[in-house]
C-alpha cells in the first residue's frame, strides 16, 4: 500500500510536470497558468449555470408526480457514459502509451500498484469533468428541494463514488484487450484498433437501457409516485441504483451497499491487472522493425522530388496519423463523430421494432425553401461543430515540444510551415465534416429531391467554417503553446490552452449559427441569394482571420526561444 | 566561412550567456568549439543556426548575415543536433526525402545519393523502418545522413559523436575530414578533449560566455610546461578565464 501511495503521489507530480521549471521562470509560469485557469472559469460559468437550471426544473417538474428520483437517476447514468467514454482512450493511454512504463516496469513494484496509481491518476482527472456537470446540477436539484445537511453530504461522497465504477469498466476492457492482442506486430495500429473497438462498445452497452418496458407497466409505475422510476435507466450500471436511494432517500444503508459494490469492483480489477498487466505492457513501446532493404524501383519512388509545402504536410499528416496519442486525441474524433451517433440510433431501432431510419428522414422534408434551408443550415453547424473535435492545428505548434527550434533551423520560412500546419488541420476537418455532409447532400439531390444548386453553398461554407474553426485553434496554441512535455500525452491532454480554444470555437459558432439564423428571418431574400450572402461572409471571415493569424504567427514563433 | 563579430546574448535582460564573442571557423578546416557546461557552446551554436537572435553583433556565414538573410543562409547549413530524436515517426527514408525536399536537393540522383550514404553507414537495411525502432546510434547516424543530402558548405555538428559506435565514429570523423578537405568548412561542439586533440584544425574555447582561445593546439601547447595533457591545459585556461 505504501508503495501505491509514494507512485500515485510521484505520478499526479510528473502528470503535471509543467509546474516543474525553475524558481523565476516558475513563478511567472505559474501566474500565467492561474490566470488562464481564471479565464478558462469563467467561461465554463455559463454552461454550469444553464447546469444548475437544468437540475432545479428537473427537480421542479418531477417532484409534482412524486418521480423526483428519476431527475437523479438520469444525472447519474449521464455522468457514468461520460466518464466510460472519455475513460476509454485515457486508460490505454495511461496505462500502455505514456514514457514511463519502461521506467516503473524495472522497479521492485507489483502491477496493481503500477495500474492502481494510474488508476488513481485518471480517476483525479475524471472527476474535473464530472465534477464540472454534476455539482451544479446537484446544487440546482438540492436548492429547489430544500435539502438539508445530509443531502449535501451524501451528494459529496457520491459524487466521489460516481466515475469509480465507469472506470473500472474500462481498465478491465482495456487490459483484456491489450493482453488478448498483445502478439499484433504493429502495436501502434492495435493501440488505436483498441480505443475505437472499446468507443463503439462504451457507446453501445451505454445505449442498452432497460426502459423497454411496456407502455401499460411504464404508466402504472409512473403514477405509482415515490421515486418508482427510479433506477430504470441505469442499463450497464445496475449498482447506481444504491448511489440514487442513497442520495435522494438519505439513505445510509444504500451509500454502504454501492461502496461495497465499487469497492469489490476496484479488487477485482485489481486482482485482473496484477495478472494480466505485465504481459499486455512488456514491449508495448517497441516498434516493428523489418530491416528489409527497400527495393532500389520503392527508394526512386519515395525520392520522387516535391515541392516544399507539400513534404512540410506531408511529414505532418504522418506523424498526426502514426503517433496513437495524436491519432486518437486529435484526428479519430473528427471521423468517427457518426458512428458515435449512429451506434445508439441503431441499438433503439433494433430494441423498438416499430422505429425505422427512413421515419428518420422522413421527418426532414427537404423539398421547399424551409427544407433547404434547414438542410444547409445543418451542414454550416455540423462543419462549425467540427472545433469541437478537431484539435489538429490546435495543437500543432505545441506538439513540436522541445523540438520547435527545428522550425527555426530548416530553411523554410516560417510563414510555409504556419500555413502547413493550418492546412492539416483544416484538411482533416473537410475530410472529416464537410465530406460526409457532400456525401448526405448527394444522396439527398438523388433520393429526397433536393436541389442540386445546394451542393454549392453547402461546399463553400463547410470549407469556410473549417477555415475559421482552425484558424481560432491555431491562434490560441500559437499564444500559449504547451512546448515544456516528457510525453506526448502531455502536450494533447494536459494542455488547458486546448480547452481555451475550444471554447472559443463553440462561442464563435454559435455566434455566426445564431446570426446567420437571425439575418435570415429578418432579410426575408430568397434562399439561393442570402446562401450566397453568408458564403461571402464566411469566406471574407476565414481570409481575414488566415490573415491576422499568419501575421502573429511569425512574430511569435520569432519570440519562442 | 563562419565570422562572429561581437556577439553578445543576453537573457532576462540581465543575465549574459555569451559576451562579446568574435572568432570565426575558416573554410578547409575542422574548428573545435569547447567548453565546460553552461559555458555558452549551445547557445552560442543557435545564434550561429539563427535558432536565437543575437542581442548584440553579427554573424555572417559564407558571407551572408543570418538576420538579413536568414533562408538563404540556412541552406548552407548542415546541422546535427545533439538530440537526434526528433521525427521518430518517420521511416528513415522518409525523413530522408522530407530533409532532400526541404533543402532543395534535385529529385534525379537522389535514391543514389541515399543509397551510397545508407552504406556507408551500415544503413541500407533500416531504411524502411521507422526512426522510433533504430538505436540512438542509429537516430545520430540518419540525422547526419539528413544533414548533409544537400551537401552543405558549412557542416555545423553538436555533440556529434555521442552514442556512435566505433566504427560510425570513425566514419563521421572521416566524413568530416573529407568535407574540411574540399574547402569547405566544419564547426563541432565536443566536450571530449581526445577528440578534439585528433580531429580539429583550430579550437575555439569559450568559458563563461567569453571565448578564453581561439588557435591550433599546437600554439595552446606553446604556453605550457612539456608534457602537460590536454585535459590540464583547458582545465588551467577555463579556470583562469
Known amino acids: 500500500m505504501h508503495k501505491y501511495l509514494l507512485l500515485t503521489r510521484k505520478l499526479f507530480k510528473s502528470g503535471l510536470g509543467g509546474f516543474a521549471t525553475s524558481n523565476k521562470k516558475k513563478k511567472r509560469f505559474q501566474a500565467g497558468q492561474a490566470v488562464l485557469w481564471v479565464f478558462l472559469c469563467i467561461c465554463l460559468l455559463p454552461v454550469m449555470g444553464m447546469v444548475y437550471v437544468l437540475g432545479r426544473e428537473s427537480y421542479n417538474v418531477m417532484s409534482v408526480i412524486g418521480q423526483e428520483g428519476i431527475a437523479l437517476s438520469m444525472a447519474f447514468f449521464a455522468s457514468s457514459v461520460l466518464s466510460l467514454v472519455l475513460g476509454f482512450p485515457m486508460l490505454i493511454t495511461v496505462f500502455y502509451m505514456t514514457g514511463d512504463i519502461e521506467r516503473l516496469m524495472y522497479l521492485p513494484v507489483r502491477p496493481w500498484q503500477i495500474v492502481g496509481a494510474k488508476f488513481t491518476i485518471s480517476l483525479i482527472f475524471t472527476y474535473l469533468t464530472s465534477f464540472y456537470f454534476l455539482l451544479p446540477f446537484m446544487a440546482g436539484y438540492g436548492m429547489a428541494a430544500g435539502a438539508g445537511i445530509g443531502f449535501w453530504l451524501l451528494t459529496v461522497v457520491s459524487l466521489f463514488l460516481l466515475p469509480v465504477m465507469p472506470l473500472v469498466y474500462c481498465g478491465i476492457i482495456s487490459i483484456i484487450l491489450m493482453r488478448v492482442f498483445k502478439r499484433a506486430k504493429n502495436k501502434d495500429f492495435l493501440t488505436v484498433i483498441s480505443v475505437i473497438l472499446s468507443l463503439c462498445l462504451a457507446f453501445g452497452i451505454s445505449s442498452v437501457t432497460n426502459l423497454n418496458l411496456e407502455g401499460g407497466a411504464l404508466q402504472e409505475l409512473l403514477l405509482k409516485g415515490g421515486n418508482s422510476l427510479m433506477g430504470l435507466m441505469n442499463g450497464i450500471f445496475p449498482a447506481l441504483r444504491f448511489l440514487e436511494e442513497a442520495v435522494a432517500e438519505e439513505s445510509i444503508l444504500s451509500l454502504f451497499i454501492f461502496l461495497a459494490i465499487t469497492a469489490a469492483s476496484v479488487v477485482v480489477f485489481f486482482l485482473i491487472a496484477e495478472h494480466l498487466y505485465f504481459a499486455g505492457a512488456m514491449g508495448m513501446r517497441e516498434t516493428k522493425a523489418g530491416r528489409k532493404q527497400i527495393s532500389a524501383e520503392e527508394s526512386r519512388r519515395l525520392s520522387r522530388r516535391k515541392s516544399v509545402m507539400s513534404a512540410y504536410l506531408r511529414k505532418e499528416i504522418r506523424l498526426l496519423v502514426r503517433s496513437p496519442i495524436y491519432f486518437m486525441n486529435c484526428v479519430m474524433l473528427i471521423f468517427i463523430w457518426p458512428l458515435l451517433i449512429l451506434i445508439p440510433v441503431g441499438i433503439q431501432a433494433f430494441q423498438n421494432q416499430d422505429f425505422s431510419i427512413g421515419d428518420l428522414f422522413r421527418l426532414i422534408s427537404m423539398e421547399g425553401p424551409e427544407g433547404e434551408a434547414l438542410v444547409l443550415f445543418l451542414v454550416l453547424c455540423v462543419s462549425l461543430g467540427s472545433g469541437l473535435f478537431n484539435y489538429i492545428a490546435g495543437t500543432s505548434i505545441s506538439r513540436e515540444g522541445k523540438g520547435i527550434y527545428l522550425m527555426k533551423v530548416i530553411p523554410v520560412p516560417i510563414r510555409v510551415q504556419l500555413r502547413a500546419k493550418l492546412l492539416s488541420g483544416v484538411c482533416f476537418g473537410v475530410a472529416g465534416t464537410t465530406l460526409y455532409c457532400m456525401v448526405f447532400l448527394v444522396v439527398s439531390v438523388f433520393v429526397f429531391g433536393l436541389p442540386a444548386w445546394t451542393l454549392l453553398p453547402a461546399l463553400i461554407g463547410s470549407v469556410c467554417a473549417n477555415v475559421i474553426q482552425c484558424t481560432i485553434q491555431f491562434f490560441v496554441d500559437l499564444f500559449h503553446p504547451k512546448l515544456t512535455w516528457e510525453s506526448e500525452q502531455q502536450a494533447v491532454k494536459q494542455n488547458i490552452t486546448l480547452v481555451l480554444g475550444m471554447l472559443l470555437n463553440m462561442a464563435v459558432g454559435a455566434g455566426i449559427g445564431v446570426l446567420v439564423f437571425w439575418l435570415n428571418g429578418i432579410l426575408a431574400l430568397s434562399l439561393p441569394v442570402y446562401a450566397g450572402i453568408v458564403c461571402m461572409g464566411l469566406l471574407a471571415l476565414a481570409f481575414v482571420l488566415y490573415k491576422l493569424v499568419m501575421a502573429y504567427g511569425v512574430k511569435r514563433i520569432g519570440e519562442l526561444e | ?241
Open chain 2, 1 to 241: 566561412m563562419i565570422q562572429l563579430e561581437h556577439v553578445s546574448k543576453v537573457y532576462s535582460g540581465t543575465h549574459k550567456a555569451v559576451d562579446d564573442c568574435s572568432f570565426s571557423v575558416e573554410d578547409g578546416k575542422i574548428t573545435g568549439f569547447i567548453g565546460p557546461n553552461g559555458a555558452g557552446k549551445t547557445t552560442t551554436i543557435k545564434m550561429i543556426m539563427g535558432i536565437l537572435e543575437a542581442t548584440d553583433g553579427n554573424i555572417l556565414l559564407d558571407g551572408m548575415d543570418i538576420r538579413e538573410n536568414a533562408i538563404e543562409a540556412k541552406r548552407k547549413i548542415g546541422f546535427v543536433s545533439d538530440n537526434p530524436d526528433s521525427f521518430l515517426r518517420l521511416k528513415g527514408l522518409e525523413y530522408l526525402n522530407f530533409m532532400a525536399d526541404i533543402y532543395d536537393v534535385p529529385g534525379e540522383g537522389r535514391a543514389e545519393k541515399i543509397r551510397s550514404m545508407a552504406e556507408r553507414f551500415e544503413m541500407t537495411e533500416a531504411l524502411g523502418d521507422k526512426i522510433l525502432s533504430y538505436s540512438h546510434g542509429m537516430r545520430q547516424k540518419i540525422m547526419v545522413m539528413g544533414a548533409l543530402l544537400h551537401e552543405p558548405s558549412l557542416w555545423i555538428l553538436d555533440e556529434p559523436l555521442t552514442g556512435l559506435d566505433p566504427r560510425a565514429a570513425f566514419e563521421l570523423k572521416d566524413m568530416m575530414r573529407e568535407h574540411a578537405a574540399s574547402g569547405r568548412t566544419v564547426l563541432f561542439s565536443t566536450h571530449v578533449l581526445e577528440v578534439a586533440e585528433k580531429l580539429c584544425d583550430k579550437v575555439v574555447i569559450i568559458n563563461h560566455g567569453h571565448i578564453v582561445y581561439q588557435g591550433t593546439l599546437e600554439r595552446l601547447r606553446e604556453g605550457y610546461p612539456e608534457g602537460t595533457s590536454l585535459e590540464e591545459i583547458f582545465l588551467a585556461v577555463t579556470e583562469h578565464a
